[in-house]
């Protein structure tokens, strides 16, 4: 399709315009786009399809982002002690360890440092 196409019509399935969509796709249709390229002088007609579902939980990947970690840093690496302090972690005194949210560990790409 050309870059001149564009979307004129989307219409949620079970509106009428889909009636011929959802007897074919049933409760997977989403909804139907009609796409017009006026240099082609051609109409598309597309559906958007459910292919597959499961469960989600979308807080779960929140959590394990903001999860605090346990990392090792040693004595002299002061320059990535002072990165991970600048970034939020906290020195865990009885545990000899640093503490920051896994999505900031990922950030340093300090993965392999990770303890536990």
């Known amino acids: 399709m050309s870059s001149n196409g564009s979307v004129s019509r989307k219409l949620a399935s079970g509106k009428p315009g889909t009636k011929k969509m959802v007897e074919q796709y049933g409760d997977s249709l989403i909804c139907v786009r009609y796409r017009y390229d006026a240099e082609k002088k051609t109409r598309y007609k597309t559906v958007e399809i459910i292919i597959d579902k499961g469960f989600w939980d979308p807080e779960a990947g929140a959590l394990k982002e903001n999860k605090k970690v346990e990392i090792k840093v040693g004595y002299n690496e002061t320059e990535l002690r002072a990165r991970v302090k600048a970034e939020g972690g906290t020195w865990n005194r009885e545990k000899r360890v640093w503490e920051l949210g896994f999505k900031k560990v990922k950030k340093l ?6 303890i536990g």
Request: aromatic share 0%; glycine share 0%; no cysteine.
């Open 109 to 114: 790409s300090l993965l392999n440092r990770i």
